[in-house]
């Protein structure tokens, strides 16, 4: 049986894009490409093209995702879409996917934009009893004032674009008078902002993946950052502890995957995602989820597969695998 062509598919249109080029390279590593023939896939600006090498490349056909390769066309049979932020984290990508009949490694279109969409999501989850922050939107366009804001959310607070990820555009607000500097920086980001209450708490991540034959509920891990909160810099520069397992009763553990695992079947999500939580006085409050989650060789999830006694080769070979077997 000739080995499936799988594309990893990074990328993307927002100031994510250099993250995912790193999940791509991260992913390449980690699969088994003897098992595998597999392609790295860039999408940029309407610009589709596989990376050949560090200097070749093809375009990539849109009509049905394929490519030319030594007069060969090549069809792609999975696509692991590791794009963090448009078209990929937001259900454009996965809508094309679902038109081309082409399965790929994480949630739908619906799935994909509730979760995109960090107001949408956090209040859809609340509904279910998902304890999360305090929280204003605002779109384009519209304004609001610091007073406003301060009897909202009080201070402080984080003022953040409600569609974009890696703490772009993000401001911790202890005064009114950042106020509008905070919306205007989170609004270069993209079109919405939302306004969130600060939650003082250890904040950890749990990582999920489930196939038709299995749940995953990976180790918690517990981020201690260096900085004012978790941005870029404690992202990746290094200016943050990650500790696996975190540093907490086994009960607290046990109740924050018990809560990723329902967010995970109340949303629908599919592959491995990863849920950011605050342990307050008050409890466990969710900060958002992440359904493309990083992938590079020193980001949570594949810390946490490590963790877990597994390796990141066979978790990406089960969720490949798991999406052309058959439903018992």
Known sequence: MESRKIAIVCGGDSSEMLVSLKSAQGLYSFINKIRYQVWIVVIQSGRWYVRLNEEDTVSVDKNDFSFNYHGETIRFDFAWITIHGTPGEDGRLQGYF???????????????????????????????????????????????????????????????????????????????????????????????????????????????????????????????????????????????????????????????????????????????IRADYIITSEGIKLLEVNTTPGMTATSFIPQQVSAAGLKMEDVMGEIIEDSFSVSI
């Open 98 to 272: 679902d038109l081309l009949g082409l399965p790929y490694s994480c949630c739908g279109v619906l799935a994909a934009a509730i979760t995109f969409n960090k107001f949408i999501c956090n209040q859809f989850l609340k509904g279910f009893g998902v304890k999360v922050a305090e929280s204003v939107l605002l779109r384009q366009g519209q304004k609001i004032t610091d007073h406003e804001v301060v009897d909202a959310v009080g201070l402080p607070c984080f003022i953040k674009c409600n569609v974009g990820g890696s703490s772009f555009g993000v401001t911790k607000v202890k005064k009114a008078e950042e106020i509008q500097d905070a919306i205007s920086k989170a609004f270069a980001e993209g079109p919405e902002v939302i306004i969130e209450s600060f939650m003082s708490g250890t904040e950890v991540t749990c990582g999920c993946f489930k196939t038709k034959k299995e749940t995953h509920l990976l180790p918690v891990t517990e981020v201690v950052s260096q900085n004012e909160f978790f941005d870029y810099d404690a992202k990746y520069k290094g200016q943050v502890q990650e500790i696996t397992p975190a540093r907490i009763p086994d009960e607290t553990r046990d109740r924050i995957q018990a809560i990723t695992s329902l967010i995970y079947d109340i949303i629908g999500c599919k592959g491995v």
